[in-house]
């Protein structure tokens, strides 16, 4: 009787050893696949940074056009408006040159 309890005990020892060892080999499948699946998502982390960096650049290079766009306008706007202001005076010193002129 007890050479049958030791074979049952060695038989039930080996499934359970067996058991032991396919678990520990799923534990490790399950642990390289969410290292796997992490480091995914990191790499998807970096993109979605990397866009919105890109994106937040864009716009701030709109920004600065767009001011760069009116600091030019208003320049070439008092530019113009000297220009038009010292034409102004030559033709009134020209029409009160003439008008001396003609009094003469």
Same mark, same amino acid.
């Given at each position: /009787?007890?050479?049958?309890? +030791?074979?049952?005990k060695m =038989?039930?020892?080996?499934?359970a =050893?067996?058991?032991? #060892? &396919?678990a #520990? ?7 390289a *696949? ?12 970096e *993109? @979605?940074?990397? #866009? /919105?960096?890109a994106? &937040?650049q864009? %716009?701030e290079a709109?920004r600065?056009a !767009?001011i760069?766009a009116?600091? !030019?306008?208003?320049? !070439?706007? +008092? &530019? ?11 033709a009134?010193? #020209?029409?009160?040159?003439r008008?001396?002129? %003609? @009094? %003469?």
């Open positions: /009787v007890s050479a049958a309890e +030791q074979a049952s =038989v039930g020892e080996s499934a =050893v067996k058991s032991a #060892k &396919v #520990k080999r799923a534990a490790a499948r399950a642990a *696949r969410a290292k796997l699946a992490m480091e995914r998502a990191d790499k998807a982390a *993109r @979605a940074t990397a #866009k /919105v960096t994106r &937040v864009e %716009k709109e600065e !767009a760069i009116e600091t !030019a306008a208003e320049n !070439a706007w +008092q &530019v113009a408006t000297a220009a038009a202001e010292r034409a102004a005076h030559k009134k010193e #020209k029409a009160a040159e008008d001396l002129a %003609k @009094a %003469k």
